[in-house]
């Protein structure tokens, strides 16, 4: 199995990189900084230099090429201006989802925000940031011939993972620790039958495996 990764040096993907690898599947991450593929390769994954701001829909397809699933994980970071929320937030989620559909990957896991919606009111950087996501999410919900899932964590931590979240379509505001939504995102990818959810995902009781059998039996 092969899956390549969008944000592939961000904090969340380069967990999931580690996790991936570490069950023999074939990783690539998608980086703007050519500098960053040592990191990749200490996580185990292979290293494509694209930059997704200023790469075509083909260009982004050729990576995604015999890819058996794809994974947007990246974004423009808390420190980013109100452009970029418009460029890697919104317009990189949605250039990476018509270029899975273009390259015949079906299966499209998304790393969205808890809080994202296309309708969100606002003028502060974060309001931008949510309409951005929820605009992206619209997206992805919109085109026919993926089996995409959306996954909206809470507020992210550096805290150790405990494999415990709650994981539903309405969870409620919460923490969830990085190392929980990188395992969350690799069951989702085991999981074919939790594609056209878009779920929220916060520290909860319930553990990972078995939360994410849970929406997929809903």
Do not use: C
């Amino acid at each position: 199995m092969r899956i390549v990764i969008a944000g592939g040096h961000g904090q969340i993907a380069l967990r999931l990189e580690r996790l991936l690898a570490a069950r023999g599947v074939e990783v690539a991450g998608i980086v703007r900084n050519a500098g960053h593929g040592d990191d990749l390769r200490a996580a185990g994954a292979e290293p494509v230099v694209l930059d997704l701001e200023s790469a075509s829909v083909e260009d982004t397809a050729e990576v995604l090429r015999g890819a058996d699933a794809a994974v947007f994980a990246a974004g423009a970071g808390p420190g980013s201006g109100t452009d970029r929320k418009d460029t890697v937030d919104r317009g990189a989620a949605v250039l990476f989802a018509d270029a899975a559909l273009r390259a015949g990957v079906r299966r499209l896991v998304v790393v969205s925000s808890y809080g994202a919606d296309s309708a969100h009111e606002g003028d502060g950087v974060f309001d931008i940031y949510l309409r951005a996501k929820g605009e992206a999410d619209d997206h992805v919900r919109g085109l026919d011939g993926l089996d995409w899932t959306i996954l909206r964590p809470g507020s992210l931590t550096d805290d150790a993972g405990r494999g415990l979240v709650r994981l539903e379509a309405r969870t409620g505001r919460g923490a969830i620790p990085r190392d929980d939504v990188a395992a969350v995102l690799a069951e989702l990818l085991d999981t074919p039958a939790t594609a056209g959810l878009t779920l929220e995902l916060v520290g909860g009781s319930t553990p990972v495996p078995v939360a994410v059998k849970s929406v997929a039996g809903d």
